[in-house]
């Protein structure tokens, strides 16, 4: 009978730290051509919302599944999540349905994972100043992840909503500074996330200090960008999937269309630095920017890790569908 998980089940049974490493795996074998993962299907259901099917097979692992997933930034006014999901599992094998299990948690920790994997990769061994944009889910699960392969001394963190900035720094447990602008937070940084739902950019080339790293989590639409082109254009280029950075991001799709530059500024899937099959930075003072726009490996790499301890633990609850 397959198991129905709840994001409290999720949570007990996902270790963060131990995915960095299995996100790391993911990625190399989906640049590696082992994981059948098709650009996701999306849709618009109203302004700057849509909803999404995310499917993927990797047959020598045995993971088979799809993400559901809308992403509504109005509810946030409404006090829910803007980005919900669910996530089905199946047998690689028979097709037989295994779990259904909430998908925003996994959402929100496999893409701090994956940013953790792209720090370790590509940002300099001795950064030690982090700048976060944002103050939401996917900022406070960074700041929960990227610490454990980086020895942060100075956190600070923006957000356009005061609010939620101090709400933020309060409840992080960690030394943050609230800075006064996005400009104060990124000046002298090392490593800098952005983590808004903005549609317009929020970073200027001339903040970006020489041998940073960036991470973009938004602007996963191809009308949306949230980097100024100019940046993205000095940056050495590095994307979790090509075919979807060239489809999807605006920050890519449009400086391309407007001439900055050609599909080849894209250096790498990360997958691919990871297993050392291309270079990722060129140097201290080169600046790596990695767009993550989200796999579907990533989340069924998570969640059959939830299935397996789930099983083993006797944790969820068993479902009839006959």
């Not at 933020?168 to 800075?179: N, Q, Y």
Request: glycine share 8%.
């Amino acid at each position: 009978m397959p198991l129905w998980l709840t994001e409290t089940d999720v949570r007990a049974l996902l270790d963060p730290a131990a995915l960095i490493d299995a996100m790391e795996t993911a990625l190399s074998a989906f640049s590696a051509g082992e994981v059948v993962q098709p650009v996701r299907t999306a849709f618009e259901i109203g302004e700057r919302s849509f909803f999404a099917l995310m499917p993927a097979f990797d047959g020598g692992r045995g993971i088979l599944g799809a993400k559901l997933v809308t992403v509504v930034p109005a509810n946030a006014a409404r006090g829910l999540d803007t980005h919900l999901a669910v996530i089905s599992l199946f047998d690689a094998g028979t097709g037989e349905l295994l779990a259904i299990m909430d998908g925003r948690y996994i959402t929100a920790v496999r893409t701090a994972a994956v940013s953790a994997v792209s720090v370790r990769h590509l940002a300099r061994a001795d950064s030690r100043v982090l700048a976060i944009l944002g103050s939401g889910v996917q900022a406070r699960s960074h700041l929960e992840i990227l610490p454990l392969v980086r020895a942060f001394a100075d956190i600070r963190a923006w957000s356009p909503t005061p609010d939620r900035l101090r709400c933020f720094v309060a409840a992080s447990g960690l030394p943050v500074r609230a800075a006064k602008s996005a400009e104060d937070a990124i000046l002298g940084a090392d490593v800098i996330l952005l983590a808004t739902s903005s549609v317009t950019p929020v970073i200027e080339d001339a903040w970006v200090a020489p041998g940073a790293h960036v991470i973009s989590l938004g602007a996963c639409r191809p009308t949306q960008r949230e980097i100024h082109p100019a940046l993205v254009a000095r940056a050495c280029l590095i994307v979790d999937s090509r075919a979807a950075a060239l489809q999807e991001s605006g920050d890519v799709v449009q400086a391309i269309r407007e001439g900055r530059f050609t599909e080849e500024h894209v250096r790498a899937e990360l997958g691919e630095v990871a297993a050392g099959r291309q270079p990722g930075r060129g140097g201290s003072t080169e600046i790596t920017l990695f767009k993550s726009l989200g796999l579907a490996i990533e989340d069924l790499v998570a969640a059959a890790i939830a299935y397996r301890c789930a099983r083993e633990t006797g944790r969820g609850l068993s479902l009839t569908l006959t």
